[in-house]
């Protein structure tokens, strides 16, 4: 079983940054790929950002240039820096990882969400 603690939501104004952490634990072989979903009240879970093993990196168009995807691979860490942060990136955040838990098995994990409010 992998478990992901995620840390660094909060309430920031418009135009402000926050910081998020995610740390993933347990029993696995390797991580494939780590990222950030969100999901506000009413609507789908949408992908924010993803780093795959090799480094690279996708993004939400509405994020691309304003958030920041990066991984500590020794510390099974990922990272969403949030800059220029909007009203409408007030969302629970969740953390995701693919995870090879034994030969040619891959899962997926989330964690609980972090909320992030936006104020305007």
């Known amino acids: 079983q992998v478990q992901l603690v995620e840390s660094g939501g909060g309430l920031v104004q418009s135009g402000g940054s926050l910081r998020l952490s995610c740390v993933a634990s347990g029993s696995m072989l390797s991580i494939n790929i780590m990222g950030w979903y969100r999901q506000v009240a009413g609507k789908d879970r949408e992908l924010v950002a993803r780093?795959?093993?090799?480094?690279?990196?996708t993004y939400k168009d509405s994020v691309k240039g304003r958030f920041n995807i990066s991984r500590d691979t020794a510390k099974n860490t990922v990272y969403l820096q949030m800059n220029s942060l909007k009203p409408e990136d007030t969302a629970v955040y969740y953390c995701y990882c693919n995870v090879e838990v034994s030969i040619r098995l891959n899962r997926d994990y989330w964690g609980r969400g972090t909320l992030v409010t936006v104020s305007s």
């Open positions: 780093i795959f093993s090799g480094g690279i990196t």
